[in-house]
């Protein structure tokens, strides 16, 4: 029948009770009119045909005739529709009905050969289903299970997913999932007749209804979820196959399982633990053994109701949108428990009302330690596993970093640079008083290697240009590290024979520099003297001595030493950048190196290769990465003899005083090592240190390179924050107050004060380490002669570099 017909038809049927309503008035109408009509209007009549006046009793009679047969005509009409609509209906069912009962015949007797060869041909995709290999998100935690960040797949078809075993399943979720879904789950062979005669019965009857069962949704899920909308006959047969082969395979727990994992719940949600997480804001908790209790372990039976109603129509019931309708259907699955005895309806009531005051809104995204985190996916992550398989596949990974260390790094270096800092240790501003607006921090487990902390600016969201906050200065600066260097220039010198008393006069003095000569100053503007010994040199950074240690050791042999210790961009300093001025730090390095490189004198010469992660598990729980102990890790790159000489130097407090007056942040309440460092135009602040048990790097600055104000230095700028998380780490880790340990080959000896030698009749004697068998047996004079000429040690000497970088203002 044509379209406009069916409206014909349609208008006619829902006209008939308004005729009705105005017979009267179209009587009385007619009558008026038939009235006023004379022979002559009415027409030609037949021959013989005797004229008489029309009556209402007439009228009356002929219009409930015309009005009896129309609506005869449209009954008739409308039946006829109706017979060939259902007809055509009743065709498609049965013919639904025959294909699936003849093939579920088929495989009930056990005859169904092309059924069987059907199913195992789809089995591969039915065990991925159950071994987990479904994509999944990747999370991040730090070493006691707390999470840092999640990572998944955003594109279509793809999102959140962490697979739950069903133990870790609440029965809530289950029965609220059974109730709306699918409620002979239980009893069922994968498909339910009842449920199937009742659809075709109700779809016949124009009421749309399904009766696919969770694990004919299941089915459709994993394999025609791009033919939902041509559900053929066939695909339903096969759809039936694979129902009730997934039934006899696998136990209904485990298909109830690997349901609730699939099933998409809106909002790149896919599978329930996603979803308790997105809309409720739950988080699991896990320990730094890996063992979770999942989010949907905390679910209340609001929330499991909820949840449960939403893979229908996840859109439509998307409570952040539409939280009417989520509710409506929350109620729809309370009232299917109450009816089916899960549940009373007081605890309907309860349900129903938590959720009516609950407010929905998107949980937040997760990013703790961001610089941290974003190290960790370039650079290790990615490359060993590839970007898609990150995203997809479900691994957790347990990192070194201590997540409550961090934060209180954070606010530190928040603290510090924002309120207050130390300016001749008082209180101060460095934001105000220094135009010092960033800061960098790592802390790092020196016998492990292991990074606990890593902050790569004070403020990740910052725009400011000086901030820059999402650049990780700790990692990706490459910076000059000022004197924070000179330990590497002095622990080269006494691998060649140099020791701590000895004798490095603190002169002005001027040193070849290809075409430009060489005098730097001190810090303070002024020289210390013709007796200054090394010890006191690197204590209070003097520069004079540093580059002396420097010549005696040669540029190639420090480079190599710093290559050794970590250093890799100072190592590969040009040629035409080497000279006198490296001794005062003008080689960039990073901080994360140089707080590796610093390590490596906490642990006596042994470097740790830098580590930040612990253990990787795979989606089902295997651990396929285990950071090995560190005794099969470490390489000695120094000798203990000559860590421990550098340590005992920039860990003197007394040695230090002669610069910086007691009290000032290098100190603790326990032994440790420190040095400072502020580069040219006072562009960069560093303060490196560490105790036996842990080393911190701080860097402090501008991000756009402007300089300090105030001649802003290590020990004002960086000092104040390293000073704090150390104090802070020490008091969290409850480390014990331990002195460095000493090598058995380092003794010390008796040094003449004015030579640094052996001391002659009458000279003052200074005590102080040597290493074993190095003793000086040269009496000195008390005429003096440079640090280079070998009669002065009796050792060889190494010829100095000749070629150098332009000027360094002297740094501290």
């Not at 449960?308 to 998307?318: C, I, R, V």
């Not at 509710?327 to 129903?352: C, P, Y």
Request: with cysteine; aromatic share 8%; proline share 6%.
């Amino acid at each position: 029948m044509p379209i406009d017909d069916q409206k014909d038809l349609q208008n006619g049927f829902y006209a008939q009770s308004s005729e009705n309503n105005n017979r009267a008035a179209y009587l009385s109408t007619r009558a008026t009119y038939d009235a006023q009509r004379t022979p002559e209007a009415s027409g030609n009549r037949a021959i013989g045909e005797r004229h008489r006046p029309t009556t209402t009793r007439d009228i009356d009679k002929r219009l409930l005739f015309q009005q009896r047969r129309k609506r005869v005509n449209r009954v008739l009409m409308r039946k006829r529709y109706n017979n060939r609509n259902q007809n055509h209906t009743l065709s498609r069912v049965a013919t639904t009905l025959v294909i699936l009962l003849a093939v579920l015949v088929v495989i009930l007797s056990g005859s169904g050969g092309g059924a069987f060869a059907y199913y195992q041909s789809q089995l591969p995709i039915l065990n991925k289903i159950a071994s987990h290999s479904l994509f999944q998100t990747t999370r991040i935690y730090d070493r006691n299970g707390k999470l840092l960040y999640q990572l998944y797949d955003h594109s279509d078809g793809h999102g959140r997913r962490t697979y739950v075993d069903f133990a870790n399943i609440p029965n809530n979720l289950i029965n609220a999932t059974i109730a709306i879904e699918d409620h002979s789950f239980w009893q069922n062979s994968g498909i339910d007749y009842t449920g199937i005669a009742r659809a075709v019965i109700a779809n016949a009857n124009g009421v749309r209804e399904g009766g696919s069962t969770i694990t004919q949704e299941l089915i459709k899920i994993q394999f025609f979820s791009n033919t939902l909308n041509d559900r053929t006959p066939q695909l339903k047969a096969q759809e039936a196959v694979l129902a009730i082969g997934l039934t006899r395979q696998y136990s209904k727990a485990k298909i109830m399982e690997m349901y609730l994992n699939t099933v998409f719940y809106g909002d790149n949600n896919y599978g329930v633990e996603a979803a308790a997480q997105d809309y409720f804001n739950l988080k699991p908790k896990c320990n730094s053994k890996g063992q979770c209790i999942p989010a949907i372990a905390q679910l209340d039976l609001a929330q499991a109701s909820l949840i449960a109603g939403l893979p229908q129509s996840p859109s439509l019931y998307m409570p952040f949108a539409n939280k009417e309708e989520a509710l409506k259907r929350q109620t729809e699955v309370l009232d299917n428990m109450v009816s089916q005895h899960m549940i009373t309806s007081v605890q309907e009531n309860q349900a129903e009302k938590e959720m009516q005051n609950y407010k929905f809104k998107p949980s937040p995204v997760v990013l703790n330690a961001p610089h941290f985190v974003n190290y960790l996916i370039d650079t290790i992550l990615i490359p060993l596993f590839g970007a898609a398989n990150l995203e997809n596949g479900g691994y957790s990974i347990y990192t070194t970093l201590d997540l409550d260390l961090e934060r209180e790094v954070e606010a530190i270096s928040k603290k510090w640079i924002e309120t207050n800092a130390m300016d001749s240790y008082g209180e101060s501003n460095l934001r105000v008083n220094y135009n010092l607006n960033n800061a960098a921090v790592v802390v790092q487990d020196p016998k492990t290697g292991e990074i606990l902390a890593m902050d790569g600016s004070v403020d990740y969201n910052s725009i400011d240009l000086k901030v820059n906050g999402q650049f990780n200065s700790a990692v990706d600066a490459i910076r000059q590290p000022g004197s924070s260097f000179k330990p590497f220039v002095y622990a080269t010198a006494f691998e060649k024979g140099w020791y701590p008393g000895m004798v490095i006069p603190d002169v002005q003095t001027t040193f070849p520099n290809g075409q430009t000569p060489y005098a730097p100053p001190n810090y303070d503007g002024r020289f210390h003297g013709a007796t200054l010994t090394a010890r006191y040199a690197i204590a209070n950074s003097y520069n004079i001595p540093a580059i002396d240690a420097l010549e005696f050791a040669g540029i190639p042999d420090v480079l190599t030493t710093a290559g050794r210790m970590g250093l890799p961009n100072v190592a590969a300093t040009p040629k035409s950048k080497q000279g006198p001025a490296m001794a005062l730090g003008t080689s960039g390095e990073s901080l994360l190196n140089m707080t590796g490189a610093y390590s490596v004198f906490a642990d006596g010469g042994v470097r740790m290769p830098q580590t930040s992660v612990l253990r990787i598990d795979d989606n089902q729980g295997n651990t396929i990465y285990q950071l090995p102990p560190p005794g099969k890790r470490g390489e000695r790159v120094l000798r203990a003899d000559v860590a421990y000489l550098v340590t005992s130097m920039i860990s003197d407090v007394n040695a230090r005083h002669q610069e910086f007056a007691p009290g000032n942040p290098l100190e603790l309440d326990r032994p440790v090592a420190a040095k400072t460092g502020t580069t040219d135009n006072f562009v960069d602040n560093w303060t490196m240190g560490y105790t036996p048990n842990i080393t911190v790097g701080v860097w402090a600055g501008n991000s756009d390179n402007s300089p300090m104000a105030n001649n802003s230095i290590g020990i004002t700028g960086a000092g104040p924050i390293w000073h704090d998380v150390m104090t802070w780490a020490d008091q969290h880790y409850h480390f014990p107050i331990e002195d460095f340990a000493k090598p058995a080959d380092v003794v010390q000896a008796a040094l003449s004060k004015t030579t640094g030698l052996a001391p002659a009749a009458g000279d003052g004697i200074n005590y102080d380490w040597v290493i074993n068998g190095q003793q000086p047996t040269i009496v000195g004079s008390n005429s003096y002669t440079t640090p280079t000429q070998p009669k002065r040690l009796g050792l060889p000497v190494t010829p100095p570099g000749q070629n150098g970088g332009p000027p360094l203002t002297p740094t501290q």
